[in-house]
């Protein structure tokens, strides 16, 4: 990933938190016949260090797992909250004439070898995690158990997890860090006010008035 050093995110913790809040990743891989890809919702370790390791599962029937070259690494990509940004909301644009539309965005990309396995218990792990913690905010959360056990247990046959162990990880925040505080204080304003406050355009916004840049 082209990484200027206003956009860079490093900070090991904040790339895993948000992780967790996008949940859903892209798994690509490189297999016999090319490059493969699958989305996935995928939980994040800390450990080992100093990057982590993101676990998840996908079909069995899924040719992803069977075509692939173990000694090549995998990528999984993580896209966050992104917009449209439109010159006319720079303040610079009265000035000086000189901008062009772009486009903000998250992104997170970790790279490292893959294990798929097909172990039941370790997939009941998986499945029960990944249940958890997308039910717990719900006021009456569904869990795993609540399947006949049986039935759980048909599914799991017809899943594979995988294992990725993280060897670099980098972060991604272009939130208007390159423009001068006048233009960046045009674009929250632009994007509050066109997109609405239930927009994912509200939430770029807020990740701008927040940014560290």
């Not at 895993?16 to 891989?29: C, E, K, S, W």
């Not at 909250?81 to 970790?110: D, E, F, L, M, R």
Request: glycine share 8%; hydrophobic share 40%.
């Amino acid at each position: 990933m082209y990484l200027p050093a206003n956009f860079r995110e490093d900070r090991v913790e904040v790339l895993h938190q948000a992780i967790r809040q996008i949940a859903l990743g892209t798994l690509v891989t490189l297999g016999q016949n090319g490059l493969c890809a699958s989305h996935a919702p995928m939980l994040v370790d800390a450990e080992p260090a100093p990057f982590g390791t993101l676990t998840g599962h996908i079909a069995r029937a899924n040719p992803q797992w069977q075509s692939l070259k173990p000694e090549v690494d995998a990528l999984a990509v993580f896209t966050g909250p992104h917009a449209y940004v439109s010159p006319g909301w720079y303040p610079t644009k009265a000035q000086t004439g000189k901008v062009v539309p772009t486009w903000n965005y998250v992104a997170i990309h970790a790279t490292g070898r893959l294990r798929f396995f097909d172990d039941a218990e370790p997939l009941r792990r998986i499945v029960t995690r990944l249940t958890d913690t997308h039910e717990q905010r719900r006021a009456e959360p569904w869990k795993v158990t609540d399947a006949p056990e049986d039935f759980i247990a048909g599914m799991l046959k017809a899943i594979i997890g995988f294992e990725l162990a993280i060897v670099r990880l980098e972060g991604k925040w272009k939130m208007s860090q390159n423009r001068p505080a006048e233009d960046r204080t045009g674009v929250v304003d632009g994007l509050r006010r066109e997109g609405g406050a239930s927009d994912v355009a509200a939430i770029v916004a807020s990740a701008m008035a927040t940014d560290k840049g």
